[in-house]
């Protein structure tokens, strides 16, 4: 079984920063892409950032330049930076990830359960 955790989300003020961090865990047999989407309440889930196992990045319009993502091969983590948050980012974050499952060697995306990131008034 895999799985995908988040940590990090909370509240901040507008202009400020949040790290949101991911670990998978589980019957891995390698992770291909890691990244993150966002969810905002009555809007559709949105793709934010993706890292290949080599090190290629993309983001999407919305986060380039304030959220760069990193990840640690060894440790199967990814992280977002998530600098000078505006009022459009609020949302549920969910982590993702492409992977090979060892068990049934199968190429699966997975996501984790979310963790939510809230701006101040």
């Known amino acids: 079984q895999v799985q995908l955790v988040e940590a990090g989300g909370g509240l901040v003020q507008p202009g400020g920063s949040l790290r949101l961090s991911c670990a998978a865990s589980?019957?891995?047999?390698?992770?291909?892409?890691m990244g993150w989407d966002r969810q905002a309440p009555g809007k559709q889930r949105e793709w934010v950032a993706t890292?290949?196992?080599?090190?290629?990045?993309n983001y999407a319009d919305s986060v380039k330049g304030r959220f760069p993502i990193s990840r640690d091969n060894g440790k199967n983590t990814v992280d977002l930076q998530m600098n000078s948050l505006k009022p459009a980012d609020p949302a549920v974050y969910y982590c993702t990830a492409g992977l090979q499952e060892t068990a049934t060697m199968n190429r699966l995306n997975y996501w984790g359960q979310g963790t939510q990131v809230t701006l101040s008034s």
């Open positions: 890292i290949t196992r080599g090190g290629r990045i």
């Open positions: 589980g019957m891995i047999f390698g992770i291909y892409t």
